[in-house]
């Protein structure tokens, strides 16, 4: 086995560098598929089962559990969780009050929508921080006047 090479200390130089346009299109543009093919795989689902709640809740967590191991961010499984509980819970407010109804419920809501709720959540900041240069976190950070 090889060591990597020694690499400089960065300096206070390299700190403004940014990679050149091949390094950030690379893994963002396999992110950006990876994210939409999951997004398709739910969509698929969501049409291929909607009669069978139970089995379309298996397959929504298998694609919860495919995409938060495939994308492998802490912060991500907080987008999910999020999107499981508050979507359901939104909705819940509009299934009660008439506003619309789901032909195939397990309690107010199908068993499925938690997932559902997650994964959109979780892919909505995949596909946008594959898209959008720079990274979300370098957005909430202070910066300083020039």
Do not use: Q
């Amino acid at each position: 086995a090889t060591s990597p090479p020694n690499r400089p200390a960065p300096t206070s130089a390299d700190a403004g560098a940014r990679p050149g346009p091949a390094a950030r299109r690379g893994p963002r543009v396999g992110r950006l598929l990876a994210g939409l093919a999951v997004y398709a795989l739910v969509i698929a689902a969501m049409v291929l089962a909607w009669e069978r709640p139970t089995l379309l809740f298996g397959v929504m967590l298998a694609l919860s559990a495919l995409a938060l191991l495939a994308f492998r961010a802490r912060r991500l499984v907080a987008f999910y969780l999020v999107g499981a509980l508050l979507g359901p819970l939104a909705e819940s407010f509009a299934i009660v009050s008439g506003a619309w109804s789901y032909a195939a419920t397990d309690l107010v809501f199908p068993l499925w929508l938690p997932p559902a709720w997650g994964l959109a959540c979780l892919l909505m900041v995949v596909i946008v921080e594959s898209v959008l240069p720079g990274r979300a976190a370098d957005d909430a950070s202070p910066r300083s006047p020039p």
